[in-house]
């Protein structure tokens, strides 16, 4: 019996600074309500889907940023978009901004959450890529600070669910190969993917052109290596005065895209995804078990990058 | 000072079973000319190029298989091909099948060496993934041998070559991101990649138009991740009655092709790659140093796939 999953994509257009949780969260539950009318088992919103993307801001007031970051999930502002889900039993994944107490000690993630048909979370994930710059650099037309306001995850985990095996990054992860890797070799058969990515990258504006580009090749690459489907979802559009590209969509396990969104607002756009289509490719040429060779693979665990070791520690580069 | 290398796709048309190396070589000689008053520094010419992609068949006779090897580097048949390149100084990169004697032990390899352009070997890769299978499989309309007739390498090194850092795979090694990742931590800003790959693959015959997308969208992400310029080279054409995919290209750090065979022929196409170029990556999105997090990339060496640990021993398989 195929194992079909109806996956929606909830693009949002730009969430300006002056926007209310209430005010986003009414959008959100819109396009759940247009989702549930098309088929859909669950809806794929952004990263940092409930406030604008405020770490294009340097402010140095710990208050200030906290205020953009959720302590509970769920909670009073996003309740109504839980309460929605579990009556029309269609499942999330939203990303927002976490404000976490462990041990005591306060933490700030770049989160997203699974949520099922029942409206329980089941499965939340920290970014690991967090791009961008830790100080202010004025000489940017706008800041990129995820690693001042955020200290990144350090796993890749996966979900049954939907009938499937789920598993969650987010944003500047998906350029990275080892995302989709560490998942793959967990079985997964579809991972969500919530961004929000400037037109314009100022260390190499250059390349602005082709941000589209690499968003999809991206998604395709990782999409066809590890036999899964792919799911991108944009904040798409001119926040604040700055240009997101779009381009959200659902890739298939051969790489190909299945569905699109064609706009740079909020738009809902759907796919009828087989999760046994992955077999295909997790059977044949990416059967991890016959022909990955990790005898060959030790730098990519030993080392960071190619002057420092995975601990940070400077390395002797070769060559 | 621009650090420029003009690379030269030296891509074959069919070589089949009658004929011999020094027909073949004949052509590569050819080709080899051609590139040189185009201006190549280095001609980049496919995987097995010497003889017919052989792993299609199944011989039990040894003796009949070793014939497909060479026992040295160069040898008489190729000589004339490395005393060309010495006197036109033209560096290449040649792919064939290599019976070595390490410690007194037969080794069958899947081989590519680099040569600079005095005709020396500079440096020499053992194909780490080989794809197909061991046992004879009458199902199939031709085999995929090579996991039977070549043991598989261990390593991706780096040389310093024509003024940057060159590195080499083969054919199926450029799906796998593991490939390109070792050699981008070690600074590669080209990799080069002959490869033969047939347009049907029997496992999963659905696929088959989908070949060159594959082979194009690997190179693309392997040479956009890595900030490295990758070249690949096919055996093209029908070759024994069997059609082989073309589309050689030649793939800046940016993930865009530069120069492209049109044919299924013997073909030279040329590009103009300035080395300096990677570092518009390697510098800003892709800066392993600063962005990379090994910590969550430990089930990349910890396990093969699936269900097997990096030792090929059962492992409990999470989700």
Redesign the interface.
């Known amino acids: 019996m195929p194992r079909y999953v109806n996956v929606a994509m909830g693009q949002l257009g730009p969430v300006n600074r002056a926007d209310s949780r209430q005010d986003v969260v009414a959008r959100l539950m819109e396009m759940m309500r247009e989702a549930k009318s098309l088929g859909a088992d669950i809806i794929v919103y952004p990263e940092l889907a409930l406030t604008t993307f405020f770490p294009r801001w340097y402010i140095e007031d710990q208050n200030t940023i906290d205020e953009w970051f959720e302590t509970a999930m769920p909670n009073p502002a996003t309740q109504p978009l839980f309460d929605l889900a579990k009556s029309m039993q269609i499942g999330f994944y939203l990303g927002y901004a976490e404000l976490a107490r462990e041990d005591g000690e306060v933490k700030h993630y770049n989160t997203s959450i699974l949520v099922d048909k029942t409206g329980e979370i089941i499965g939340k994930y920290h970014k690991?890529?967090l791009?961008g710059h830790r100080e202010n650099e004025p000489w940017r037309a706008f800041q990129h600070l995820e690693k001042r306001y955020f200290e990144?995850?350090?796993?890749?985990?996966?979900?049954?669910a939907f009938g499937g095996?789920f598993g969650m990054a987010i944003c500047?992860d998906r350029?990275?190969?080892?995302t989709y890797?560490?998942m793959g070799?967990?079985?997964?058969e579809m991972v969500l993917i919530g961004y929000n990515t400037p037109v314009h990258?100022a260390?190499?504006p250059?390349?602005d052109d082709?941000s589209l580009?690499?968003n999809q090749?991206?998604l395709?690459?990782g999409a066809?290596?590890n036999g899964t489907w792919v799911v991108g979802v944009a904040k798409a559009g001119c926040e604040e005065g700055i240009e997101q590209i779009g381009g959200s969509c659902i890739i298939a396990p051969?790489?190909?895209i299945v569905a699109s969104c064609i706009s740079k607002h909020d738009e809902v756009a759907i796919a009828h995804c087989d999760l046994d289509f992955c077999q295909?490719?997790?059977?044949?040429?990416?059967?991890?078990?016959?022909?990955?060779?990790?005898?060959?693979?030790?730098?990519?665990?030993?080392?960071?990058?190619?002057?420092?070791d995975?601990n940070g520690q400077r390395r002797i580069?070769?060559?």
Chains 1, 2 share one sequence.
Not at 175 to 178: K, L, P, S
Request: charged letters at 20%.
């Open positions: 690991v890529h791009p990144p995850g350090n796993r890749f985990d996966v979900y049954p095996v500047n350029r990275w190969a080892e890797r560490v070799l967990q079985g997964v990258n260390p190499a250059e390349h082709l580009f690499h090749l991206s395709q690459a066809y290596q051969s790489g190909e295909k490719y997790k059977k044949t040429t990416f059967n991890f078990d016959i022909h990955r060779q990790p005898a060959a693979y030790g730098p990519i665990t030993q080392y960071k990058g190619e002057t420092l995975a580069c070769r060559g």
